[in-house]
Nanobody, 124 residues
Framework: QVQLVESGGGLVQAGGSLRLSCAVR????????MGWFRQAPGKEREFVAA????????RYSDSVKGRFTISRDNVKKAVFLQMNSLKSEDTAVYYC?????????????????WGQGTQVTVSS
């Protein structure tokens, strides 16, 4: 059984920073492409960032490019999302996801396993 557990969410003022973590249990972490998604109230879940198995390649949505950084530690079986210069529009529940395929995907349907989410609230 695969389990993804996010942590690090909270309330922060606009312009501030947060670092999200996602611990993966129950599978070979280094076999998975990993992604971060988010879902704001009344909106569909959307792609934020993704990273390859080796960590050598990443992708970002245009809305977070230059502000957010995804990284991973294959020894600790964890993936991280460093979020800087946060804006009120970044407020959402953030989800960690794992993908078994060899291709780095950015769509929700491509990911096989999901965490329960962690709330990020940015006050203006």
């Amino acid at each position: 059984q695969v389990q993804l557990v996010e942590s690090g969410g909270g309330l922060v003022q606009a312009g501030g920073s947060l670092r999200l973590s996602c611990a993966v249990r129950g599978r070979t972490f280094s076999d998975s492409q990993m992604g971060w998604f988010r879902q704001a109230p009344g909106k569909e879940r959307e792609f934020v960032a993704a990273i390859t198995r080796s960590g050598t390649s990443t992708r970002y949505s245009d809305s977070v490019k230059g502000r957010f950084t995804i990284s991973r530690d294959n020894v600790k079986k964890a993936v991280f999302l460093q979020m800087n210069s946060l804006k009120s529009e970044d407020t959402a529940v953030y989800y960690c996801a794992a993908d078994n395929s060899p291709v780095l995907h950015t769509t929700v349907r491509s990911y096989d396993y999901w965490g329960q989410g962690t709330q990020v609230t940015v006050s203006s």
